[in-house]
């Protein structure tokens, strides 16, 4: 099994950053893709970011694009997710997610932390 611990949201006014971080702990993450989705109040949980086990390939929604950076840093097993430029519209419960596939399908990752909420006031 997989433990992933979010840390790092909270509240920020627009234009402020945010770095998420996402601790994993237990069997090896070696070979996974690791992700960032968010879920907003009465919508559904969409991709934010993805990147592969070696940090070499990331991918970005259209709406966080030039704005957010993912990372990793295998030797911690630690992935993050640096914030900038933040908007109101990017108020969500932010997650992180380990997986074999490089998708924007939630369904498709394994394991999912518990959460950590970013508001952002206008």
């Known amino acids: 099994q997989v433990q992933l611990v979010e840390s790092g949201g909270g509240l920020v006014q627009a234009g402020g950053s945010l770095r998420l971080s996402c601790a994993a702990s237990?069997?090896?993450?070696?070979?996974?893709?690791m992700g960032w989705f968010r879920q907003a109040p009465g919508k559904e949980r969409e991709f934010v970011a993805s990147?592969?086990?070696?940090?070499?390939?990331?991918y970005y929604a259209d709406s966080v694009k030039g704005r957010f950076t993912i990372s990793r840093d295998i030797a911690k097993n630690t992935e993050y997710l640096q914030m900038n430029s933040l908007k109101p519209e990017d108020t969500a419960v932010y997650y992180c997610a380990a997986g074999r596939l490089v998708t924007k399908t939630p369904a498709l990752y394994d394991y999912w932390g518990q959460g950590t909420q970013v508001t952002v006031s206008s």
């Open positions: 990147i592969s086990w070696s940090g070499g390939s990331t």
């Open positions: 237990g069997r090896t993450l070696s070979g996974s893709y």
